[in-house]
């Protein structure tokens, strides 16, 4: 390799139009479009230049170089034109992985999507009237057969906006523009991904009301911040930590005696809004929208991709006097959502209403036992050994996580993979993985790859091995 530049070997190099006029080039734009093409040859020429300028180039390379533009261009021209939204292979055993896209969606989800997103629907029309109807009609239906009545008799209402974040925002705005909201200081929570309870309290107009502080909060607290502008009691579910140690929490039910007993609503934003009960998944601690509203929370708000498992979408449900006012801020037109959204949700409503959980895959994954997935771990070290690689893959015990902020504490005990390689270092083993199609995401800890197939789809085990099987050549 030469480290000094040749300028003279600039003018070796063709201009785009000569580029474009030859062959292997012009075969190109055919395929590709001009557009496209001239966009391509002139990211390899200017990585041509920079190659020459420093000093990376002598003339044979460069003849080499431009012995094979065209196969460049053509690279370059399918990057580009490839989007840039991949599928990936989740190996990390993070079922809600927030950066990984949440929830996958089920199949008739993504059925439902394509059947009514391809044409036109009754998004807003009345069929049988010929009249305009609501878009949240689709939903509302569902979830007032999957949640019945509140703890008081009333019919429960619900509302979709684009995510709990707007959820909680539409909530606080419409309820307590200009008035307190009380909030234990132990709730004041940071979601990942610049969620902070004060500054959405902020946006929406109302005035946070501290009380308690981090670690002891009481019912009396509540009480003795309550006056003639208090609107609104929230409690926010502590996602993503906990707090342990010399602690106190009024109870709901106490929060939601006191607030009867001043005629002020409670509201619980709860982050992951489970739809089933789930202690049967032997999770404990973290109450599902009916345990809230149960126990007389007048208004719960949840996303849909997180132990719901469906689309990205904020959830308000509770009491149809307070839900009918959202519905006519002019916040809620700003925050709706599309089609899409309600197409999936209603379709992965739908498994709920069937009770067929295992249709949702995150619940199907939260469900895999141990047993399951060490069968499948074991068939792809098996595999790997069969292969001659030169990597070493042992199934070890561990643990998944649910992630997307539930259940912090909670763990289901798993089997990993847990791969070395003499050549190679752990994090090298990982950016390789990634560098496979599609990428694979796996977890680094004490020196060795940990795969957990709990959260990879049993039809992409077969993808895994081979990856692993190439991976240190
Ligand atoms: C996740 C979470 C949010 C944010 O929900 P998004 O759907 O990501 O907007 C808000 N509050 C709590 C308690 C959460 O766990």
Redesign the pocket.
């Known amino acids: 390799m030469k480290q000094t530049a040749k300028p003279e070997l600039f003018r070796e190099l063709p201009s785009v139009d000569e580029l474009l006029r030859s062959d292997g080039v012009s075969a190109l734009v055919v395929t590709h479009g001009m557009p496209a093409v001239t966009d391509g040859a002139r990211a390899v020429l200017a990585r041509l230049r920079e190659e020459i300028s420093s000093g990376l180039l002598d003339e044979a390379a460069l003849r080499l170089a431009l012995g094979g533009v065209a196969e460049a261009i053509e690279q370059q021209v399918q990057r580009a034109l490839r989007p840039s939204l991949r599928p990936m292979i989740n190996a990390t055993g993070v079922i809600l992985h927030?950066n990984l896209g949440?929830a996958p969606l089920s199949t008739a989800a993504l059925d439902h999507v394509r059947e009514v997103s391809g044409t036109y629907s009754n998004l807003e029309f009345e069929i049988e009237s010929g009249e305009r109807g609501k878009r949240d009609m689709h939903v509302q239906r569902l979830l007032s057969k999957l949640l019945g009545e509140s703890g008081n008799g009333q019919s429960i209402s619900t509302i979709v906006v684009?995510?709990?974040?707007?959820?909680?925002l539409l909530a606080l705005n419409t309820l307590a523009d200009a008035g307190e909201v009380v909030v234990s200081r132990g709730e004041l929570?940071e979601?990942?991904?610049s969620?902070r309870?004060p500054d959405v309290m902020a946006k929406s107009g109302a005035i946070l009301r501290e009380v308690g502080t981090t670690n002891r909060t009481r019912a009396a607290d509540y009480e003795k911040a309550i006056n003639d502008r208090t609107r609104l009691l929230l409690r926010?579910?502590?996602?993503?930590f906990e707090i342990t140690g010399f602690t106190e929490q009024a109870s709901t039910a106490e929060l939601v005696a006191l607030a009867r007993k001043r005629s002020i609503p409670v509201m619980e934003?709860?982050?992951?809004g489970a739809l089933v009960d789930l202690q049967s998944f032997g999770i404990t601690g973290e109450p599902s929208v009916l345990d809230s509203l149960r126990a007389g929370v007048d208004i719960v708000?949840?996303?849909?991709?997180?132990l719901l498992g469906g689309p990205?979408?904020?959830l308000i449900s509770g009491r149809a006097d307070l839900v009918a006012r959202m519905r006519g801020n002019s916040l809620f037109r700003a925050l709706r959502v599309d089609k899409l959204t309600y197409a999936a949700l209603e379709a992965t409503l739908l498994a709920y209403v069937r009770r067929d959980h295992g249709a949702i895959p995150a619940l199907k994954m939260m469900r895999s036992t141990k047993d399951e997935i060490g069968r499948r771990a074991e068939a792809v070290a098996k595999g790997i050994r069969q292969s001659g690689s030169t990597i070493k893959a042992e199934v070890i015990d561990g643990e998944s996580v649910i992630g997307?902020?539930?259940a912090p504490s909670s763990t289901l005990p798993t089997r990993l993979l847990a791969i070395t390689c003499a050549d190679l270092s752990a994090d090298e083993l990982a950016t390789r993985l990634r560098a496979s199609d599609p990428p694979i995401i796996a977890r680094v800890e004490d020196g060795r790859v940990l795969l957990d197939l709990r959260t990879v789809f049993p039809e992409q085990d077969r993808a895994i091995a081979s990856a692993l099987a190439g991976v240190a050549q």
Do not use: C, E, P
Not at 269 to 272: A, E, K, V, Y
């Open positions: 927030t949440r684009n995510n709990n974040a707007a959820a909680v929570v979601i990942g991904g969620f309870i926010v579910h502590r996602s993503n934003d709860l982050g992951s708000t949840y996303s849909g991709d997180k990205q979408a904020g997307g902020g539930a």
